[in-house]
């Protein structure tokens, strides 16, 4: 024990943690055990979230919730049909700087990171009866040439936190999909309908957990739920590095 103490310390000292988004000095721990090589600093972690802002408790947006409500505006779309879901913070300022940068490739360790975090948000939530943890595809040919897939690195980070099995194989694309960001929510929804498989692995009868880097429409989340729920699944859950707040 006091020999790997040591050695943490000697590590620290010469390549000093940071944090992975503004890259400042973390401050000293002798918990050599958190892996912190590539924590996010408190500063990065308050500009993430508001704790004291209310959230909506089906889908995570913070600051949308009417007194008295049980979702948000933003969760009363058609086909939004998770039971609950967990972001990190709303897709704004730091995070969503953070989070574009998270996409390119280079970057796995930021979205290993941000798995982290939404784990120890899903048990902090009492979600802690997932029995799959599946990242929401991307077409092949967007993989080849992107070289990169966030939500892949993310349920790493998740299992990593809480130690639930991951396959990313169960959701296959059946069609190459025009990208989320330049349509609207009609078209967003369109775009991707019926565009989901099952690949490989039973989900009759088991609580999935569907991991994505951002929500916005939701129109993804709403397909990956009904494919799953369709192919037999109890319940979807849904995990996001951010949310879009925007109703459009």
């Not at 024990?1 to 002798?30: A, N, T, Y």
């Not at 918990?31 to 959230?55: K, N, V």
């Not at 086909?79 to 300022?93: D, K, P, Q, S």
């Not at 929401?136 to 080849?144: D, E, L, N």
Request: net charge positive; charged share 25%.
């Amino acid at each position: 024990m006091v020999r790997k103490l040591l050695e943490h310390r000697f590590v620290s000292l010469v390549f000093p943690d940071r944090c992975c988004s503004c890259d400042r000095l973390l401050p000293d721990s002798d918990d050599f055990r958190a892996g912190r090589l590539a924590d996010f600093c408190q500063f990065c972690l308050e500009q993430f979230s508001d704790p004291q802002s209310p959230s909506c408790p089906k889908c995570g947006v913070q600051g949308k919730l009417e007194v008295g409500a049980d979702d948000c505006a933003l969760c009363r779309r058609p086909g939004l049909c998770f039971v609950r879901g967990v972001a990190v913070g709303n897709y704004r300022g730091i995070l969503k700087q953070q989070v574009l940068r998270m996409k390119r490739e280079g970057n796995e360790i930021l979205a290993f990171q941000f798995g982290r975090l939404l784990g120890e948000a899903l048990l902090n939530n009492n979600l802690n009866d997932v029995d799959t943890v599946v990242p929401v595809p991307t077409h092949w040919w967007r993989r080849f040439k992107t070289g990169f897939h966030a939500a892949d690195i993310i349920c790493d980070g998740i299992r990593q936190k809480t130690g639930f099995k991951k396959n990313n194989r169960l959701l296959r694309y059946t069609r190459r999909t025009s990208k989320q960001g330049k349509l609207t929510t009609a078209q967003r929804f369109a775009n991707v309908d019926g565009a989901l498989r099952i690949g490989r692995g039973i989900v009759k009868g088991k609580t999935v957990l569907v991991v994505d880097d951002v929500m916005t429409s939701g129109a993804t989340a709403a397909q990956a739920t009904q494919t799953l729920l369709a192919a037999g699944a109890n319940r979807v859950y849904m995990a996001v590095a951010a949310r879009g707040a925007g109703l459009s």
